[in-house]
């Protein structure tokens, strides 16, 4: 009975979630009451190399738990995203539950949807808790992109001879930075104004590390570490460090294109590889309140889009109108933008051709200066939307990024 009366509650009233409209405060909100993260590593080099994906999540899922204050055994399950190790790491995020002391009851699965993973990690929590499915829920990403190769994600030998036949097929197949350079060229933007754009991510990641902003985002945790003799010793892993305060646009310009030897994506405008992993806990409104937990805030609205695979970078342009509109708001409303910077070129496309306020963007650095985890990015970008929110004094903030093979996802949400 309890059960019809919570599903008759979702279609009395137009919903807060996807429901066109960002209305009262209901009982049946998908609320936000925990949230963290690594600091994200440079994959190879730093402090994470040798760590494994179970120990890096572990400290998030504990993490969470010790802000929320509710006990480990009330989350029913737990959406991890992955996007290199095998079977998405579903393993391994068993592991880290159990790590993290969350009982046998708490489940927990595994998904791919590659740059976007950590954010549909956290929509499909949403969706599981909306539909009456669970009522508390976890959704975060982790990558090791030490460990595991984005080039051996799919063997052409074992693809069918229809895909190297059908244009939209064979185009995801199509290296990112290929990409990068279609968008470029396609859509007219500047190697300067890449540059600058790369520059910027990292000043403003440069001033976020000053300010302390950024340290408040992150949960600490120690680890093992080997030298190049193989010898160990155990360190903390408390601070981003792909950001460059030292960065500069002529030194930028000197850089030679990566992908395309007449093109203009580089090392310096691109993405890091990097390492780390994020989580976030969801709850119905109404069990946070009976439970006494704090409520950060709730998600409005997340929406997918498709476009085609050799321009993928511009995803976001798509998805964000579509995740605006499923809210009832307009970019007006927005106060903080993350929008994930995989490349200069498709980050200055959707920013440009949506207009996006300069002042409202990535003010605590994107991916060029602070790293792409892949699995991770979207949870991540949750954490810092939040965090910014609150130092701005910001009511509206969204999260989107480009999806390989051609998507955009974008996830909308609101400070309490």
């Keep these: ?10 279609f009395k009233d137009k919903t807060n979630y996807n429901g ?103 929509a499909t929590v949403a969706n599981q808790i909306k539909s009456g499915q669970i ?38 197949l199509m290296p990112m930075g290929i990409t990068s350079e279609n968008v470029a060229k396609d859509y007219k933007i500047t190697r300067e ?46 601070r981003d460090d792909g950001v460059r305060p030292t960065t500069t646009f002529e030194g930028l310009q000197k850089l030679k294109p990566a992908f395309a030897k007449d093109g203009m994506t580089t090392a310096g405008n691109s993405s890091q590889v990097t390492d780390g992993a994020s989580c976030i806990l969801l709850a119905r409104r109404d069990i946070a309140k009976k439970l006494g937990a704090k409520i950060f805030g709730r998600i409005v609205s997340f929406s997918v889009a498709g476009v085609p695979p050799r321009v993928m970078g511009i995803g976001p342009a798509y998805a964000i109108p579509a995740a605006l509109e499923r809210s009832g708001l307009s970019m007006k409303d927005i106060d903080s933008f993350e929008i994930n910077e995989a490349f200069a070129s498709q980050a200055l496309y959707c920013v440009n051709v949506l207009g996006v306020p300069k002042e409202k963007l990535n003010q605590r650095g994107g991916a060029m200066a602070l790293g792409h985890p892949l699995g991770m990015t979207g949870s991540r970008m949750v954490v810092t939307l939040f965090h910014e929110l609150e130092r701005v004094n910001g009511r509206f903030g969204l999260v989107s990024m480009c999806i390989g093979t051609g998507m955009g996802a974008c996830g909308i949400f609101e400070r309490e």
């Design 193 to 238: 104004a890449m540059d600058k754009m790369a520059v910027e991510s990292h000043m403003k990641a440069a001033n976020a590390q000053k300010q302390g902003w950024s340290q408040k985002e992150i949960t600490p945790y120690k680890t093992m570490v080997k030298d190049k003799n193989g010898d160990e010793k155990e360190i903390t892993v408390d």
């Design 135 to 172: 009522g508390i829920g976890i959704g975060g990403g982790m990558e090791s992109m030490t460990n595991y190769d984005m080039m051996g994600a799919v063997n052409p030998a074992l693809l069918s001879e229809k895909v190297f036949e059908h244009e939209k097929a064979r185009d995801c």
């Design 20 to 122: 066109g409209q960002v209305g009262p405060k209901r009982d049946d909100d998908v609320v936000i009451i925990g949230m963290a993260r690594t600091a994200m590593t440079r994959a190879k080099r730093g402090p994470q190399k040798d760590t494994g994906l179970e120990a890096m999540l572990a400290p998030c899922l504990a993490e969470v738990i010790r802000q929320s204050g509710i006990k480990a055994e009330n989350v029913e399950d737990v959406v991890i995203g992955n996007v290199l190790a095998p079977g998405s790491a579903a393993t391994n995020a068993r592991m880290a539950m159990y790590l993290a002391g969350f009982p046998d009851t708490t489940s927990v699965h595994a998904i791919n949807r590659l740059c976007s993973s950590g954010l549909q990690s956290v």
């Design 1 to 10: 009975m309890q059960r019809i009366e919570h599903l008759n509650l979702q």
